[in-house]
């Protein structure tokens, strides 16, 4: 016989109001229904299993570790990006092996490094202390110029910033800005600017390529005392990693 968490289980499947309800119920059990939820993983589909790994951090269970790191091996590149981000979240132990093992996965896919999916994958093992991104001395000590819980960089060094990180032969990938009013942080539009890397390009073709369009998106980014940018960034190693 079906049990009730078990039916919830499948529901996660539906539509969406009947999985937003069974999701939320779910959780509300807490860690009572996460051996359910993870013996019913293979039997539902990429969007039921986005929405168990929703319930997977919520509840907070560390048993759901090995059923997340299970998914790294799905066929859905989105199931396979929350998996990554989930288990960094839950700090799940024995997940660096499995990411690095993922991350692979993305380079011998030729995944573009700026796709969602190993975007996550090397957030999760930085989290995890398994990464350690290249943070040249100039844009560490722009860095220590904003407050602690500042979203970024101050905007007025944005030049400065694509300058050395360009420098140490790091490709910035994107940039996002923020506004801090009354203790809020807001995300804010920067500029209609979009980069296409070619990465079969030699490395430092692509470095000098960052810099270019990082240069153009800076000389019309939004600048304030109260505006923040947050570059995301990547090594030569993030990309030939494994191979």
């Not at 589909?45 to 091996?73: K, N, S, W, Y």
């Not at 995890?128 to 001395?137: C, E, Y």
């Not at 360009?166 to 807001?186: E, M, N, P």
């Not at 995301?232 to 190693?237: E, L, N, V």
Request: proline fraction near 7%; charged fraction near 25%; charge should be negative.
């Amino acid at each position: 016989m079906t049990s009730h968490i078990e039916r919830l289980v499948q529901q996660l499947d539906g539509q969406a109001g009947e999985s937003y309800d069974a999701r939320a119920e779910l959780i509300w059990i807490g860690a009572d229904a996460i051996p359910a939820v993870v013996d019913g993983l293979p039997s539902l589909g990429g969007f039921g299993q986005l929405t168990a790994i929703e319930v997977f951090e919520e509840v907070g269970d560390p048993r759901c570790g090995p059923a997340l790191m299970g998914l790294l091996d799905s066929g859905n590149p989105t199931v396979r990006e929350w998996a990554a981000t989930a288990l960094a979240n839950l700090e799940i132990d024995g997940a660096i092996e499995a990411l690095r093992r993922a991350y692979r996965a993305c380079l011998r896919r030729a995944t573009p490094p700026d796709w969602t999916e190993p975007i996550g994958i090397r957030w999760a093992l930085t989290e995890l202390g398994a990464r350690s991104p290249v943070v040249p001395p100039l844009t560490t000590r722009l860095r220590a110029k904003a407050a602690d819980d500042a979203p970024g960089w101050p905007s007025a060094h944005f030049t400065e910033i694509i300058n050395d990180l360009a420098d140490h032969a790091q490709v910035i990938l994107h940039s996002q800005f923020w506004r801090v009013d009354a203790g809020r942080t807001y995300g804010i539009p920067g500029t209609a600017l979009d980069w296409e890397p070619d990465w079969t390009a030699p490395w430092e073709h692509l470095v000098e390529e960052s810099r270019t369009w990082s240069l153009l998106e800076a000389s019309e980014a939004p600048v304030g005392d109260d505006i923040f940018v947050a570059p995301t960034w990547i090594d030569r190693a993030d990309v030939y990693l494994g191979r």
